[in-house]
Nanobody, 126 residues
């Protein structure tokens, strides 16, 4: 059974940093692509970044480059989202999502994938 478990969310002051983790199980980590999305109150779910686990290719939303960085640790079957200079508008539930990569080195951070975690809440207070 595919499972994705997010962790690392919490309350942070504006300007602060958080690192979210997405720990995967139930599949061969190298064979999958994993992405991060967020959903703020009253807004549509927004794609942040994705990473192809077999070669580390990653793609991110232009609006968040420079503040948010996706990375992975294959040995721990975990994908991270480092978030710096957080703003109140970054407040949202953050989800990770996954799908098989089928050998591709491309992923599209805008589209959700086959499997989703339950999310972790990030609150950036002003």
């Amino acid at each position: 059974e595919v499972q994705l478990v997010e962790s690392g969310g919490g309350l942070v002051q504006a300007g602060g940093s958080l690192r979210l983790s997405c720990t995967a199980s139930g599949f061969t980590f190298d064979d999958y692509t994993i992405g991060w999305f967020r959903e703020a109150p009253g807004k549509e779910r927004e794609g942040i970044a994705c990473i192809v686990n077999h070669d580390g290719s990653s793609y991110s939303a232009d609006s968040l480059k420079g503040r948010f960085t996706i990375s992975k640790d294959n040995a721990k079957s975990t994908v991270y989202l480092q978030m710096n200079s957080l703003k109140p508008e970054d407040t949202a539930i953050y989800y990770c999502t996954a799908e098989p990569s089928y050998g591709s080195s491309y992923c599209n951070h805008r589209y959700g994938m086959d499997y989703w975690g339950n999310g972790t809440l990030v609150t950036a207070a002003s």
